[in-house]
């Protein structure tokens, strides 16, 4: 059995002391606050550690940091399933409960049971989740493909109709900065199409003169993009960042409880 | 006139709905083909590729979803036709979880088809999707098996010839990211701030112009952004390989230079409504003051 | 060569296409089922790739094929198991432990991407010679001049005063070109996402199904 530092001290730290932090927490509501923020403490400051301190148990190819980072991958998968439990235990209520609208509740779960179980045999039977050996799709390939895809990309695209609506009835040039919005749109939309290509499509003589302009419309497009927005997003960036970041520093020193969702008795 | 005018500004939206339907319905059935100027972040991105070697390994990872199928797809199967010409071997990966990995099979399938004499495992790899992006960014500077120990079917990295000589990122001589929103944004401030490696990103058009601040900093060897970024891709690589040429203006799938027609008639009704809308306002807004309380 | 009549695959797919788009004449029962099919149909893909792609590969495999080298996984197996204790009504609490793991680990990464990845690379770009002076020098004043006054606007910190309140105007200015910029780049991707939809319809099943 590997017993290397990192393999060891990853399961001191993130096993033992939450089960040690468990069994204290059964009697001590005070604590069911506190050792987690250690146990953060160490989550947060070891990848932030190892990026500085290039100690092989730590930033090694078997070193705790790149460990973690192995960990790390594992758990991803199951916050990604948390949903699911949620929206199971809510439908299931709604369906037993009759409420309004519960056979649409019925149309989720059956398609979450009927994808999910295609998902579980693939996994089971080795075939996957993709295209079986004969090229032809499993069927978790073929809901992925005939349903799920459509459906999401359709869904998104209502907003097309939308934003049309809306550049129609919202955008105003009701003061100057709305002006300077609207102008910047209007010559971006302009310069990003063969806007007065297609206009003097009819036009054959007009034709020289148009691809001259969307030459230019393109080029100050470019320019617009480069620079004014390239500022502005480049200050938008680092005002988010540097506020990112010590939000950061608030949760792993311990600063920042929210996420634990304290109770009364728990807080510290 | 006043009346036309407070008649528009009173519209039922759903004829509204009706034109953009109609306007985007009709250059599909009557194609215009309207021609496509290319920009510099496009350009950047085709000959930074362009300079590779044959044999340079590659990594294309699919970080969006069927949400932007339409603007993002293209780009990814032009990405794998240059790279397939220029025999440079091809990584795929999916870090988007709403979708990623079907895409990555369904345009390695497209792609593939047109180039048989490709072999899986030795010109290119399907790794599959991953959770946590940002995780999997930081095991590949160590060891690319740490984070994907094998490829998207289960098969061991160890029995695919390509990835014997492929330990971590820093054999990869860039990463090609067809990207909606925070996952392309992990490749540029993660993998690249961290391992120096050259990103190339296909955001969607949404997320484009925060990419431009990346571009000017140096984080980014070139951009695709949105539909367009793909035409102007589709139009450069049609014009280095007359194969692609014929290809493109065969073929009856989707492409991005197809899609400009519609977006170029959508444009213009669309900057018809602004101004529209605002002369309405003005004159109406006009005529409210003038009128006595 | 003749398309072939699309298959029963294609006709749900353009169904439930036109389902979906039934919702801008009105709400209705159609869209609904569309919406609720979708609902669930993206949680069950979750639970497929999540276990196909991350769970067999990277825990179970190496647990069962390799244990003396992996054992320390069953650590990270557990973790992610005491995530859904929050279910459980009188030890939800016990659930805090693997989101105090999980959130901070990846705040961690994310404080080291924002430094090295974002503050300090946008910084050095912002830092540019004025001398000489070259075709590129009045850019490179425009967008200085933009990053500073955009600062300015987003220091809440203090109470702006005259000077202060002048500089966040022109940064304000600088961010609607921006905003009024991305709305524009905005559209486009809007209408992409129909234009992929209305193609499918009319290429993938309406021609076909029709003999074009």
Redesign the interface.
């Known amino acids: 059995?590997?017993l290397d530092f990192s393999?060891?001290a990853?399961?001191v730290f993130?096993?033992v002391i939450?089960v040690i932090?468990?069994v204290l927490?059964q009697n001590s509501p005070a604590l069911?606050?506190r050792?987690?923020?250690v146990?953060?403490?160490?989550?947060?400051?070891?990848?932030?550690i190892a990026?500085y301190v290039p100690k092989s148990f730590l930033s090694g190819?078997e070193g705790m940091?790149?460990?973690?980072?192995?960990?790390?991958?594992?758990?991803?998968?199951?916050?990604?399933?948390?949903?699911?439990?949620?929206?199971l235990?809510n439908s299931s209520r709604k369906i037993a409960r009759k409420d309004s609208?519960w056979i649409?509740?019925a149309?989720?779960?059956?398609?979450?049971?009927?994808?999910?179980?295609?998902?579980?045999w693939?996994?089971i039977s080795?075939h996957?989740?993709?295209?079986m050996p004969d090229g032809s799709s499993t069927p978790?390939?073929?809901?992925?493909?005939?349903?799920?895809?459509?459906?999401?990309?359709?869904?998104?695209?209502?907003?097309?109709?939308f934003?049309?609506?809306a550049?129609?009835?919202a955008?105003?040039?009701r003061n100057t900065?709305?002006t300077?919005?609207?102008?910047?749109?209007?010559?971006?939309?302009?310069g990003?199409?063969?806007?007065l290509?297609?206009?003097a499509?009819p036009f054959p003589p007009l034709q020289p003169a148009a691809?001259a302009g969307?030459?230019f419309l393109?080029g100050l497009?470019?320019?617009?993009?480069?620079?004014?927005?390239?500022?502005?997003?480049?200050?938008?960036?680092?005002?988010?960042?540097?506020g990112?970041?010590s939000?950061?520093?608030r949760?792993?020193l311990g600063i920042e409880r929210g996420?634990?969702?304290l109770?009364a008795g728990?807080q510290t | 006139m006043n009346r036309f005018f407070e008649w528009l500004l009173n519209l039922d939206r759903r004829w509204i709905y009706l034109l953009v339907a109609v306007s985007l319905i009709t250059p599909i059935v009557v194609p215009i083909g309207l021609p496509v100027s290319t920009t510099a972040s496009t350009r950047r991105a085709f000959e930074v590729i362009e300079a590779l070697q044959p044999g340079d390994v590659v990594w294309l990872s699919f970080d969006y979803g069927p949400s932007s199928t339409p603007e993002n797809d293209p780009m990814a199967d032009a990405f794998l036709r240059q790279c397939f010409l220029k025999k440079l071997r091809v990584i795929v990966t999916a870090l988007y979880p709403l979708g990623g990995l079907g895409l990555a099979n369904n345009s390695l399938a497209r792609v593939t088809a047109e180039f048989p004499g490709l072999r899986y495992g030795e010109d290119y790899v399907n790794l599959g999707y991953k959770d946590g992006a940002a995780a999997v960014m930081r095991s590949l500077g160590e060891s690319i098996s740490k984070a994907f120990p094998a490829d998207q079917s289960g098969r061991p990295l160890a029995d695919l010839p390509m990835m014997r000589g492929v330990q971590n990122i820093h054999q990869v001589k860039l990463v090609f990211t067809a990207a909606t929103n925070l996952i392309g944004e992990y490749w540029i401030t993660q993998a690249h701030a961290q391992f120096g490696t050259p990103v190339v990103i296909g955001p969607t058009a949404v997320s484009a112009p925060k990419y431009y601040a990346y571009l000017n900093a140096g984080q980014l060897a070139g951009m695709l952004g949105g539909m367009k970024g793909a035409a102007e891709y589709e139009k450069l690589l049609r014009e280095k390989y007359p194969q692609l040429d014929q290809y493109y203006a065969q073929t009856r799938r989707f492409t991005a230079t197809k899609g400009m027609d519609g977006q170029t008639v959508l444009h213009t009704i669309i900057l018809i409504f602004i101004v529209l809308g605002n002369v309405a306002y003005l004159r109406t807004r006009g005529r409210r003051r003038r009128e006595p309380a | 060569m003749s398309p072939t009549f699309p298959g029963i695959g294609i006709w749900v797919s353009a169904l439930l296409t036109l389902f979906a788009f039934s919702f801008v004449y009105k709400d209705n029962p159609f869209f609904r089922f569309a919406e609720s099919l979708f609902a669930g149909v993206s949680l069950g893909y979750y639970v497929g790739i999540v276990l196909n792609q991350t769970l067999m590969p990277n825990l179970i495999t190496p647990l069962t094929h390799d244990f003396a080298s992996n054992w320390d996984l069953i650590g990270a197996g557990l973790v992610g198991i005491l995530l859904f204790m929050r279910y459980a009504p009188r030890i939800g609490w016990t659930a805090r432990y693997a989101l105090a793991i999980y959130v901070a680990y990846y705040i961690g990464l994310e404080f080291t991407r924002r430094i090295h990845g974002e503050v300090l690379p946008q910084l050095s770009r912002t830092i540019q010679p004025l001398f000489p002076w070259t075709s590129t020098t009045f850019a490179s004043l425009v967008f200085v001049v933009g990053v500073y006054s955009v600062l300015v606007y987003f220091f809440f910190s203090k109470e702006q005063n005259a000077v202060t309140r002048r500089i966040a105007r022109v940064g304000i200015w600088f961010l609607m070109i921006s905003f009024g910029a991305g709305f524009g780049f905005t559209v486009m991707g809007r209408i992409a996402l129909l234009l992929g939809r209305l193609n499918f319809l009319i290429q993938d099943w309406i021609y076909p199904a029709l003999g074009i």
């Open positions: 059995m590997n393999r060891v990853l399961m993130f096993f939450p932090g468990i927490g069911r606050g050792i987690p923020l146990v953060a403490f160490i989550a947060g400051i070891i990848p932030i990026l190819p940091s790149t460990r973690l980072d192995q960990w790390l991958i594992i758990v991803a998968g199951f916050a990604l399933l948390l949903g699911v439990v949620n929206v235990q609208g649409y509740s149309v989720l779960l059956t398609g979450l049971l009927l994808t999910g179980s295609f998902g579980i693939g996994a080795g996957g989740i993709g295209f978790f390939k073929w809901v992925e493909d005939r349903i799920f895809q459509p459906l999401q990309s359709t869904i998104f695209s209502l907003l097309a109709f934003m049309a609506s550049a129609f009835r955008f105003r040039a900065e709305a300077i919005l609207l102008v910047a749109a209007g010559l971006v939309m302009a990003r199409v063969p806007l290509e297609f206009l499509a691809a969307s030459r393109g497009t470019e320019w617009i993009m480069d620079n004014p927005n390239g500022a502005a997003q480049s200050g938008i960036i680092i005002g988010a960042a540097l990112a970041a939000m950061a520093m949760i792993i996420y634990l969702g109770g728990e």
